[in-house]
T-cell receptor, first 112, second 114 residues
Framework: GQQLNQSPQSMFIQEGEDVSMNCTSSSIFNTWLWYKQDPGEGPVLLIALYKAGELTSNGRLTAQFGITRKDSFLNISASIPSDVGIYFCAGQLFQGAQKLVFGQGTRLTINP | DAEITQSPRHKITETGRQVTLACHQTWNHNNMFWYRQDLGHGLRLIHYSYGVQDTNKGEVSDGYSVSRSNTEDLPLTLESAASSQTSVYFC?????????????FGAGTRLSVL
């Protein structure tokens, strides 16, 4: 089936550092979503991207929908301890598609 | 507030037993999904439903079944639990507002099969 390649698989950073992660695919996507999963909880939507080239911010988080529609990145600025968790990208292949394709996740660990 | 709830949050069972995990959403969403999450595999789709009486197999459906008798509930049944089905299970729901599919997840059920 379709796959999203998410990298890096894990990150170990110091508090206050900026973080960058990305998702790539060989397929074109109509929508990109970024979710965060806190330990012991379900994924929660952070940012949704609907148009190629779109750059969207949510507080310290910024995500972009790649111009080729085959990639997306998520940046976190000035990381804090509550940013710890697993970040997933997800894509909708075409408008009206009711399933999502998920990346394998980036596990973020922050050293205080 | 509308929400999606899973129960139980934790379950321990024995090999060969039938187990049912509950998922209930109050958003009135047509679409509901079951995933399992294992280290190194991310979220894998087990079964999904686009409405009452509709069910479909996902990529890892063997050994699992679902039924959709109303809009709010999509229970997941493990017919004969196996150790390989030890995992964390997530239910999600979505609607097709404006053609975009944003899925909302429950808090998960951690299942251990001994």
């Amino acid at each position: 089936g379709q796959q999203l390649n998410q990298s890096p698989q894990s990150m170990f950073i110091q508090e206050g550092e900026d973080v960058s992660m990305n998702c790539t695919s060989s397929s074109i996507f109509n929508t990109w979503l970024w979710y965060k999963q806190d330990p012991g909880e379900g994924p929660v939507l952070l940012i949704a991207l609907y148009k190629a080239g779109e750059l969207t911010s949510n507080g310290r988080l910024t995500a972009q929908f790649g111009i080729t529609r085959k990639d997306s990145f998520l940046n976190i600025s000035a990381s804090i301890p509550s940013d710890v968790g697993i970040y997933f990208c997800a894509g909708q292949l075409f408008q009206g598609a009711q399933k999502l394709v998920f990346g394998q996740g980036t596990r973020l660990t922050i050293n205080p | 507030d509308a929400e999606i709830t899973q129960s139980p949050r934790h379950k321990i069972t024995e090999t060969g037993r039938q187990v049912t995990l509950a998922c209930h959403q109050t958003w009135n969403h047509n679409n509901m999904f079951w995933y399992r999450q294992d280290l190194g595999h991310g979220l894998r789709l087990i079964h999904y439903s686009y409405g009452v009486q509709d069910t479909n197999k996902g990529e890892v459906s063997d050994g699992y079944s679902v039924s959709r008798s109303n809009t709010e509930d999509l229970p997941l049944t493990l017919e004969s639990a196996a150790s390989s089905q030890t995992s964390v299970y997530f239910c999600a729901s979505s609607d097709q507002a404006q053609g975009f599919n944003i899925q909302y997840f429950g808090a998960g059920t951690r299942l251990s099969v001994l």
